[in-house]
């Protein structure tokens, strides 16, 4: 006698209701729908939550499909192509060990350790990925035991992944198998290869750019485009993780847990310093400089880093004026809006850019102006500015978002303007497989400043962060490399100090919220860190921006 299956009701927003049986995977049901999907699907959420392929459906539900137009799908793409790019390497070249890095331009720069890749080892590694692409092989998730994993990923010899998991809280951990090779990785993948036929991978000395699909490059048809400057400032990144002895997240976690991690807070601090100190040399050392222009992305320190190099200039006997591009917004009235329809403060047109030059060049020529002050509460300036006067030969510091667009400084000739670039660029991986973007490491900061300082809570910081990030690929990313010089930001102990602070506010973002899949996320991320307590923080850390306790206006 047969037994009846029990059939469940999927809805699919935008794509209809399906009748299947109870326990039917995710991605099977996908196989039907993406015939009509314009864009590869790499997970779905449901009820707020984040569910991969590989999930299983056992109730009636309703599914919002997530493809690659959207960020988080593009994470599981990059983070699926990083694990076949692991494989490849792994069948051509057991002995060595491949790390996934960071992103670099329009890419994700990846090298083996000690180790230079050549011309012909990169096109074997892509012909190597695309055999296993057109086997269209499986992905498998399993749930296995913390002991046992870690006897597997000794076995492949796989120390730093064994580190990690040894300071995992769980007992249980979920790893990924490709054709009897398992990894670990901290986030969702796709099911099969077959779906990473989206992929470029180029030579670039010492390593290789893996380059999948991008928000404004699905098809991978725009070239790639080399930032020089900003793969220095990532070299000079790992150097300094190899200074202090933390290559990855577990050496980080091993010292906490001995006590030892006070030492590296002060190296680490004082790397900061000499840096800025370099750096305020070299406008001490040109007279000619009198406008020092200091940009960066949201929450990359840009305010206490202009702050310490005013300082430092100071020890150099300069006396610098600093001036504040908030006082020279347009009247809300001329304000530009957004696609949405809101005002878009970070458009270059939101300020009075003829008024700020004629006063650029007026107090470089001596002349005393008077600077006006905004107000934010009546969206227009007050009827009397503050009358000021640079001393004859000394530097304006100016720091914003525009400071690298020639546009904002259209009168000031180059030879008199210096470009700072500052931005939090993590030195430190979870382990050899798992990378820390960058922009995860800048939103922590930002929801506990926001929070302290605005009075935010991490729901609305999660909210407005993708209007954030638009403004930053239109305004700011497009510019770095007209930098003079970039300064890294980033401390390599930073997220051990941060993270109680990002827990209890990210908890509060409860299931009935969209932003609860982000929220989820970045606490299981966190969960990897030891924590480290902000006392022997110094004042004038960049850190202390966020946290509080600052020298600097707080």
């Known amino acids: 006698m047969a037994i009846a299956t029990t059939k469940i009701e999927v809805k699919i927003k935008g794509a209809g209701s399906y009748q299947v049986a109870a326990g039917t995977l995710l991605g099977d049901l996908c196989i039907s729908i993406q015939k009509k999907w314009p864009y590869p699907i790499v997970a779905g959420i449901i009820y707020n939550t984040l569910r991969d392929l590989n999930y299983s459906l056992k109730t009636d539900c309703e599914v919002e499909l997530v493809d690659i ?12 192509a990083a694990f076949l790019l692991i494989k490849a390497c792994r069948d051509l070249f057991p002995q060595r060990t491949l790390m996934i890095k960071h992103t670099l331009s329009n890419g994700l720069f990846c090298e083996f350790l000690h180790e230079t890749s050549t011309d012909a080892e990169i096109q074997q590694i892509q012909e190597r990925m695309q055999e296993i692409v057109e086997r269209d092989l499986p992905i498998h998730r399993y749930l296995i035991n913390r002991d046992e994993a870690c006897q597997i990923f000794a076995g492949q010899g796989q120390g730093d992944k064994v580190k990690l998991l040894e300071y995992r809280d769980k007992l249980n951990v979920h790893i990924y198998e490709l054709d009897g090779f398992k990894e670990y990785f901290y986030g969702y993948m796709v099911y099969r290869t077959g779906m990473l036929e989206k992929f470029k991978l180029l030579n670039y000395p010492p390593g290789m750019v893996l380059r999948t699909p991008e928000k404004n490059d ?46 590296i807070i002060r190296v680490n601090e004082a790397l900061h310093e000499k840096k800025i100190a370099y750096i305020a040399d070299s406008i ?25 190099l005013l300082i430092q200039l100071r020890v150099n006997g300069r006396k610098p004026v600093s001036i504040s591009m908030d006082n020279y917004f347009v009247d809300r009235c001329h304000t530009p809006r957004d696609r949405s329809g809101d005002y878009d403060f970070e458009s270059l047109e939101a300020l009075n850019l003829d008024l700020f030059n004629d006063h650029l060049s007026r107090l470089i020529n001596n002349e005393e102006v008077e600077i006006p002050v905004y107000n934010f509460k009546k969206g227009c300036c007050e009827e009397r500015g503050v009358m000021i006067k640079v001393p004859p030969g000394e530097p304006i510091i100016i720091e914003g978002i525009h400071g690298l667009n020639d546009r904002l400084t259209w009168r000031i000739p180059q030879d008199r303007k210096f470009k700072i670039y500052v931005s939090a660029l993590t030195p430190l991986n979870l382990d050899y497989s798992n990378r820390i973007p960058t922009t995860d490491c800048r939103l922590i900061r930002r929801i506990i400043r926001d929070s302290r300082t605005r009075g935010y809570s991490a729901l609305d910081t999660i909210k407005c962060w993708p209007s954030v990030r638009r403004g930053e690929e239109k305004n700011i ?34 299931g009935e919220h969209p932003e609860h899949v982000e929220a989820r996320r970045l606490l299981r ?26 020298w600097f206006k707080d």
């Not at 900003?230 to 980080?252: C, G, R, V």
């Not at 960066?296 to 880093?305: I, L, V």
């Open 284 to 308: 001490f050392n040109n007279p000619g400089i009198r406008l020092v222009l200091i940009a960066g992305p949201s929450s990359s320190g840009k305010t206490t880093f202009a702050q310490r």
């Open 69 to 80: 137009t959207v960020e988080m799908g593009l994470r599981i793409y990059r983070r699926s």
């Open 218 to 263: 699905i098809d991978l048809l725009q070239p790639y485009h080399e930032q020089k400057k900003l793969s220095i400032i990532h070299h000079e990144a790992k150097d300094w993780a190899e200074m202090l002895q933390t290559p990855h997240l577990a050496a980080l976690n091993e010292l906490i847990e001995k006590g030892d991690i006070n030492d």
């Open 477 to 510: 990313f497009p510019f770095q490399e007209n930098a003079h010089v970039m300064f890294n930001s980033s401390l390599v102990y930073e997220l051990s100090v941060l993270k109680p602070y990002a827990e209890s506010l990210l908890e509060g973002i409860s």
């Open 525 to 550: 991320f966190l969960s990897y860190f030891r924590t480290i307590e902000p006392v022997n923080i110094p004042p004038n850390s960049i850190l202390r921006e966020f946290i509080g306790g600052s």
